[in-house]
């Protein structure tokens, strides 16, 4: 079987990138067509960067970078942040270093575009993964929920 070949997500790609995004969802659940809509956009306007590795024309993995515009830090100058987001490889295709090779390639990009701050969201299983690559765990990060109730702050 020959090698596989990593190429650039293109906007016609959304609807396999939204089920990366959403693996366990069933094939007409909402969300898929509402995130494919957001990808094919952000990928025209390049703030969503996306690859995929494939094999005979079988899309086995990929890899997605968003930037975000954040500012200027105290640490670091550059406004852009990116976030490393729908790593996912096809069961059948798993433990065959995609997901690595993906996520090398991903930062190679970030490091090319002077981007310093990368984050993402890592399952346990793909914790030690990213770990390799420098990435650490962060307990400081909150999150507000949509529908969450606002309380009076203490004091």
Do not use: C
């Amino acid at each position: 079987m020959p090698a596989w070949s990593l190429r650039r997500a293109r906007p016609r790609d959304a609807a396999t990138v939204a089920r990366h995004r959403f693996p366990t969802f069933p094939p007409t659940a909402p969300a898929l067509d509402t995130y494919a809509a957001w990808v094919a956009d952000a990928l025209a306007r390049e703030v969503y960067l996306g690859w995929l590795a494939e094999q005979e024309g079988v899309i086995l993995a990929g890899v997605g970078l968003t930037l975000l515009e954040w500012g200027p830090t105290h640490d670091d100058p550059n406004p852009w942040r990116a976030r490393l987001v729908n790593i996912f490889t096809e069961p059948a295709s798993r433990r065959q270093g995609l997901a690595r090779a993906l996520t090398a390639h991903a930062l190679g990009e970030a490091e090319a575009r002077g981007l310093r701050s990368v984050s993402l969201a890592a399952t346990r299983e793909a914790r030690a993964l990213y770990e390799a690559f420098g990435f650490e765990p962060s307990p400081a990060q909150m999150r507000r929920k949509p529908g969450s109730q606002r309380r009076q702050p203490p004091g």
